[in-house]
């Protein structure tokens, strides 16, 4: 199965990836994880991403492809679910191009509607831990223990652009570039939409029962 997980930054979209990966057997493929480690490591990709990454701005779209073609070849798993990619148009029709070269097509687009007040609350109460990149939101989802994660006991942070000014900035670059990205796969009919302001449980239930119908 393949599938892309759209709607704007903080809408969850890391989350309900990760858990709907571990339920239905697939590949988490997250392009800012991806990104934030490469930064953190200092490689080539890492360098050239971290100016834009730093200013909420989206790193060039032949740097995320070339990134995406080098992880999805060879791969003979179940499936992919994309979290966080594509990000515009031209990356929406580069991974179709990818796909259709192995006679592969996605399957569903799961788009997570959140209004950006709800946005801007929950970033700026969003914690994440460095090591499993589990995120955490205060006071809507906490950890056990106050501070660390509950898988690796490791100290929570504060991503770097979730500062007020880059979210404001994310949000923009989001509506301008991605956002075209929900009549790109409504035109393709495959896109779901899904209400992302609910309980956490019960949105990745309704993603349950929407990827059993796909
Ligand atoms: P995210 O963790 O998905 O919010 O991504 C963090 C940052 O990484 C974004 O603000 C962008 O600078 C960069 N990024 C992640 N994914 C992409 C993508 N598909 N295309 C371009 N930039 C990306």
Do not use: W
């Not at 992880?71 to 179940?78: A, F, H, L, R, Y």
């Not at 994660?149 to 880059?166: H, M, N």
């Not at 309980?199 to 796909?214: A, E, K, P, Y």
Request: aromatic content about 6%; proline content about 4%.
């Amino acid at each position: 199965m393949l599938l892309v997980m759209l709607g704007p930054p903080g809408s969850g979209k890391g989350t309900q990836a990760s858990r709907l990966a571990e339920k239905l057997d697939l590949h988490h493929l997250s392009t800012g994880d991806m990104l934030r480690s490469a930064v953190k490591n200092e490689t080539e990709l890492g360098k050239k991403a971290k100016e834009y990454m730093e200013k909420g701005d989206l790193v060039p779209d032949s740097l995320i492809l070339d990134m995406i073609r080098e992880t999805i070849k060879n791969d003979q798993g179940s499936g992919f679910i994309f979290d966080g990619f594509p990000r515009t148009i031209p990356q929406a029709e580069g991974l179709d191009k990818m796909l259709q070269s192995e006679g592969e097509e996605l399957d569903g687009a799961l788009n997570l509607d959140v209004s950006d007040q709800e946005v801007i609350k929950r970033l700026s109460g969003r914690y994440f831990c460095p090591q499993c990149q589990r995120t955490y939101n205060y006071p809507s989802n906490l950890p056990e223990q106050e501070g660390f994660c509950d898988e690796c006991g490791v100290e929570l942070q504060k991503r770097k652009d979730d500062t007020e000014e880059v979210v404001k900035n994310r949000l923009e670059v989001y509506k301008k570039q991605t956002q075209p990205l929900i009549d790109y796969y409504k035109d393709k009919s495959i896109l779901v939409n899904v209400d992302g302001e609910r309980d956490i449980g019960v949105i990745f239930n309704d993603l349950v029962t929407i990827t059993q119908s796909l």
